[in-house]
């Protein structure tokens, strides 16, 4: 069973910067494509990032370009997610996820993990 966990979330001032953690089973990381998504309550699960298993290609939500960086670290099986500037909306539980599959930005990535929350104040 594939197994992600995050860390790195928190509380933290608009204007500010996070850098979130997403360590994988070392098995299924190499050859997986993997994302970042959000969800804030009340509303639907957002892909915030998302890397190809080769790094040759990423993509980002309109709301996050310019202010955050996926990357991937093979040495430590670890996603990160590099969040500058960061402002009250993008308050949210954050997830990473994993999959052999690329579905971008979509839900549809098949492994996550449990979620950590980061909370942007003004």
């Known amino acids: 069973q594939v197994q992600l966990v995050e860390s790195g979330g928190g509380s933290v001032q608009s204007g500010g910067s996070r850098r979130l953690s997403c360590v994988v089973s070392k098995y299924f990381y190499s050859n997986s494509y993997m994302a970042w998504f959000r969800q804030a309550p009340g509303k639907e699960r957002e892909g915030v990032a998302a890397i190809g298993s080769s790094d040759s290609f990423t993509t980002y939500a309109d709301s996050v370009k310019g202010r955050f960086t996926i990357s991937r670290e093979y040495a430590t099986n670890t996603l990160y997610l590099q969040m500058n500037d960061l402002k009250p909306e993008d308050t949210a539980m954050y997830y990473c996820?994993?999959?052999?599959?690329?579905?971008?930005?979509?839900?549809?990535?098949?492994?996550w993990g449990q979620g950590t929350q980061v909370t942007v104040s003004s």
């Open positions: 996820a994993a999959d052999v599959v690329w579905w971008m930005l979509l839900p549809k990535y098949r492994n």
